[in-house]
């Protein structure tokens, strides 16, 4: 980054005014650098939610929201879904760059020789109960990992760091799968080297001992499209919080445990599992007849009602990833001959009037990467408590490789935000008088 200009701010009581350097990046919005202002001025800044805060310097995604316009390392995503595969994006967003034929193949032995987890660990989920949330089970068993890695948690060593880099990414399919299956009572499936990536996780979630389980081209391309769309999206609140977790210097999978928390929320990852049970709620409730009834339930205050799957921090337009994840919802419903599944039906009709309506137009308010994701996800055989696990499953690369780029910058801190205090003065304890006698 390059200072461009100074800023200056200026107080009312007297206090010197500073000059704030200015700083560019390649694209994007400027930055003002406020990291001297509380020594200088005794004062903080206040941006609760982070609406105007850069919290990083990163090179690794960049999203224009006014454009609709999502970039890893600099490569449209559009470009990616059609022409790559998961692992060709794992290589680009935690290298720099996408792989040649034989780094290619490298990246993809490497990963697929770490697919298996420690035979522990399937005693570990004994103490699951079956109906548990799988997103429960996955922040456990993630967070665990970090007991069975003692030989790669120098986080100091770029080594160490790439070797738990490709252990994540290696094995978080395999415990999704059996985060499934486990709620499922079916025996859990060991990783297939010989399929890809996705072909190996469909087939750890939908096969059993019984019978050979060949995957569908069609679907397995479908799920790898799904992975690359979920990959990373800059400073989010998960990736937030992987690289809090990270600054104070925890170790790797406990940051990615962090990330998964804080993705299980409603209001991020957690809104396909919403966005879907939403669609079936109306779909139950008379389908599409219903929806000007819900529409006016969304745009009543009191209603606390959201439409799930709509609206984005960033994007105040169309979401790049809605559009490609509603092209793929096309392609696995016809693949499946279910052209006419209601639900896809519906929620293209719930698109067309909200994006007509001026509740939604003025407050900029499209659909985002979650509202088609749980359509085709459902399609695809995965059950809805699942659709954030494999949000999470397709995130720990843009997590790991986020984490990684705080951790090599020498000049990385713990993160540690101050606050206004608005609570009680200093006062004291009143103490009863003793009684006499
Ligand atoms: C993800 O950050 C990322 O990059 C996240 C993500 C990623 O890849 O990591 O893209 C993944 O989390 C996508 C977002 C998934 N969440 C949802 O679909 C849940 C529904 N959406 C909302 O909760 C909301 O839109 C947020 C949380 C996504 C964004 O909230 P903001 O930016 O804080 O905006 P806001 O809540 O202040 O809303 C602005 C206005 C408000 O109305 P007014 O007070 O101005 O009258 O828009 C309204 C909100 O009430 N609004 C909605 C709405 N989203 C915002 N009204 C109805 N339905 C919605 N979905």
């Not at 395999?174 to 072909?199: C, D, E, H, I, W």
């Not at 069609?218 to 990270?246: F, M, P």
């Not at 799957?309 to 994840?325: E, I, Q, T």
Request: charged share 25%; aromatic share 10%.
């Amino acid at each position: 980054m390059k200072e461009q200009s100074k800023a200056t701010l200026s107080f009312p009581d007297g206090t010197a005014p500073i000059e704030l350097p200015i700083y560019s990046g390649t694209i994007g919005p400027q930055v003002i650098d406020i990291r001297k202002l509380y020594a200088q001025t005794d004062r903080f800044t206040f941006d609760p939610g982070f609406m105007s805060t850069a919290a990083c310097e990163s090179k690794i995604t960049y999203i224009d929201g006014d454009k609709g316009e999502l970039l890893y390392r600099g490569y449209p995503i559009e470009q990616l879904a059609e022409h790559c595969d998961y692992l060709q994006t794992c290589y680009l967003l935690l290298n720099g760059e996408l792989p040649d034929d034989e780094q290619r193949r490298d990246f993809e032995n490497r990963v697929t020789n770490h697919t298996m987890v420690h035979e522990q660990m399937t005693r570990f989920l004994q103490g699951f109960r079956r109906d548990a949330h799988p997103m429960a089970v996955l922040v456990g068993m993630v967070g665990a990992l970090s007991a069975f890695y003692h030989d790669s948690l120098d986080i100091s060593d770029p080594e160490h760091r790439f070797v738990s880099a490709i252990r994540l990414i290696a094995k978080m399919p395999t415990l999704v799968a059996m985060a499934y299956k486990y709620s499922m009572g079916q025996p859990f499936m060991y990783p297939l080297n010989r399929l890809s990536y996705s072909a190996n996780f469909m087939r750890m979630m939908f096969g059993t001992p019984c019978e050979d389980y060949e995957p569908n081209d069609v679907l397995v391309r479908a799920l790898d499209r799904i992975l690359i769309l979920h990959a990373d999206h800059e400073q989010n609140a998960s990736t937030s919080t992987v690289r809090l977790a990270g600054s104070s210097g925890a170790n790797p999978f406990a940051c990615i445990a962090a990330g998964i928390a804080t993705l299980w929320g409603p209001a991020h990852g957690g809104a396909n599992e919403a966005s879907l049970l939403m669609l079936r709620d109306i779909q139950r409730e008379g389908g599409v007849e219903r929806i000007g009834e819900f529409i006016a339930k969304v745009k009543d205050k009191h209603s606390n009602v959201k439409l799930m799957g709509f609206g984005h921090r960033v994007y105040k337009n169309y979401d790049p990833r809605a559009k490609l994840m509603r092209e793929t919802s096309h392609e696995v419903l016809g693949e499946l001959g279910l052209h006419d599944d209601p639900l896809f039906a519906l929620a293209m009709k719930l698109e067309k009037i909200a994006l007509e309506d001026d509740y939604f137009v003025q407050r900029k308010l499209y659909p985002n990467v979650d509202f088609y994701s749980g359509i085709v996800q459902k399609a695809l055989g995965i059950p809805t408590e699942m659709f954030t696990c494999i949000f999470a499953l397709a995130r720990t690369v843009g997590w790991i490789a986020q984490w990684g780029e705080m951790i090599a910058d020498p000049d990385q801190k713990i993160g540690r935000p101050r606050q206004l205090y608005t609570g009680h003065a200093r006062r004291d304890v009143r103490v009863p008088a003793k009684r006499k006698g």
